[in-house]
């Protein structure tokens, strides 16, 4: 068993989002389209979604403040739908090519948070695995059909 979690991490984290990156560039830029589990947002609201968490991935790990939305990440009482919302409605007029710089931009943030984790967060089950796991590569498959590299690694790891 590899004692380098972070390494371990960033290379799952890599590997889903090549995924992602090539469904993505698939899309040649054009975000309007509806994916099929969810009829209320197109593809440029899903995607910024995934940029969202990521940068609430980073936040959880790092104490990254988000660039925009840090005031409705601080509202109490919390409420992740109304977070959600309220976001969309930001970014629901902005550009496919600013959806597309935020989601790469997000990964960046991540990455650098992930790298500057210690190792024992990093491991599956520690707070920075978690926060991937739900928040950032672990969430891909909730909104694309992507392989959930996480469930599969958390049910390799000896009980």
């Known amino acids: 068993m ?3 979690h972070r390494n371990g991490l960033l290379e799952l984290m890599r590997s889903v989002r090549a995924e992602l990156d090539a469904l993505v560039a698939g899309l040649d830029g054009k975000l309007d389209a509806i994916p099929g589990n969810n009829p209320n947002w197109r593809m440029h609201d899903v995607l910024f979604h995934i940029a969202l968490w990521e940068r609430m991935a980073a936040r959880k790990i790092a104490g990254t403040p988000l660039p925009d939305g840090e005031d409705l990440a601080n509202r109490e009482p919390w409420d992740m739908d109304a977070f959600n919302n309220a976001m969309q409605a930001r970014w629901r007029d902005r550009s496919a090519g600013d959806v597309l ?18 190792d024992e ?11 991937i796991a739900e928040d950032s ?20 790891q000896p009980d």
């Open 2 to 4: 590899s004692t380098d």
């Open 101 to 118: 710089t935020e989601l790469a931009a997000a990964h960046t943030a991540l990455v650098t948070a992930v790298e500057g984790a210690d």
């Open 121 to 131: 967060e990093c491991a599956p089950g520690g707070s920075a695995w978690t926060a």
């Open 137 to 156: 590569a672990g969430h891909y498959p909730a909104h694309f059909p992507l392989t959930d590299l996480f469930a599969e690694d958390l049910n390799q």
